[in-house]
């Protein structure tokens, strides 16, 4: 699919328009930031092995009947996905304490939760994405109490099938961030990318970390861990 002019680029990928108005190319690039921005650097292959595992995981999803953006993935570092209107909200769904959840309960991480934690957060760089709850989705009319129970819905499930998928290859899902949107015709689909840049992944066994944390964190071998996730997601 030609890429015509470019419509938005972001801090990890660019967005394309194509030759059908309802289609455009996700561009991975190798940037990566963290904290809001404040820190930048590159990871060397990121935007092909984000690529190839955020479309092994939509793949998956779709296979179970969740509907996704993803149309296809034509080369390394470009995906064919459905145009949407983002839903302006970053959904967070939580197994395991990490990050922002242990600094706000004051609590250490790798504390299993014993009931799924869901958050939202407005997404907006310029306020650093701040927390909010479904009253400020209704009063500031982010989206519809109709599309929110929806996203609630399908978050869950997501990531009911994405534990199982990650634990069958022996990482724990610990966090993750997802992305909605609405096509032209009003369908809400799920968005964005599903990679370790916007999940944290554990090695079950080991604890390790396999995600961006590696990089926020500086804890280094950063491409070797999303070599493992590609090698792993997509066996
Ligand atoms: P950011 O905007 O946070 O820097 P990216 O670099 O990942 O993020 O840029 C990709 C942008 O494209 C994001 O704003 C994301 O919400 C948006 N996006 C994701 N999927 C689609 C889609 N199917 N149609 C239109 N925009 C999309
Ligand atoms: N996350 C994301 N984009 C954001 C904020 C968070 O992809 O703008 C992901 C992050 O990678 C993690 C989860 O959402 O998997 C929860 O992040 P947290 O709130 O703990 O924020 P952090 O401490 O990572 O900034």
């Known amino acids: 699919m030609k890429k015509l002019e470019k419509l938005y680029e972001g801090k990890a990928k660019i967005i394309y328009a194509t030759e059908d108005p309802e289609l455009v190319v996700q561009y991975f690039k190798d940037d990566a930031t963290a904290f809001n921005g404040e820190k930048k650097g590159i990871i060397r292959n990121k935007g092909e092995m984000n690529n190839a595992i955020s479309s092994a995981i939509f ?6 009947g969740i509907k996704t953006h993803f149309v296809s993935a034509p080369s390394e570092r470009e995906m064919v996905v ?21 600094k706000r309960m004051g609590v250490e991480e790798g504390m299993l939760l014993p009931k799924t934690v869901f958050e939202l957060y407005y ?54 961030k997802l992305e909605f949107g609405k096509t032209a015709d009003g369908t809400l689909l799920l968005a964005d990318e599903i990679t370790p840049d916007g999940c ?4 079950s066994e ?27 997601v997509t066996s």
């Open 59 to 64: 793949r998956f999803l779709e296979d179970k």
């Open 206 to 232: 080991t604890g390790e970390k396999m995600d961006k944390d590696r990089f926020r964190r500086d804890l280094g071998s950063v491409e070797e861990a999303y070599e493992e996730v590609l090698r792993k």
């Open 123 to 176: 997404k907006d760089d310029s306020l650093g994405d701040p927390m909010i709850n479904g009253y400020h989705v209704a009063a500031f009319g982010l989206c519809s109490a109709e599309d929110l129970a929806e996203i609630k819905k399908r978050a869950f499930r997501v990531n009911e099938l994405m534990q199982e998928f990650f634990s069958a290859r022996g990482i724990t899902l610990v966090d993750f």
């Open 82 to 102: 459905r145009k949407v209107d983002i839903v302006p909200i970053e959904v967070v769904m939580r197994n395991v304490t990490a990050g922002s959840l242990s």
């Open 200 to 203: 944290r992944l554990w090695n």
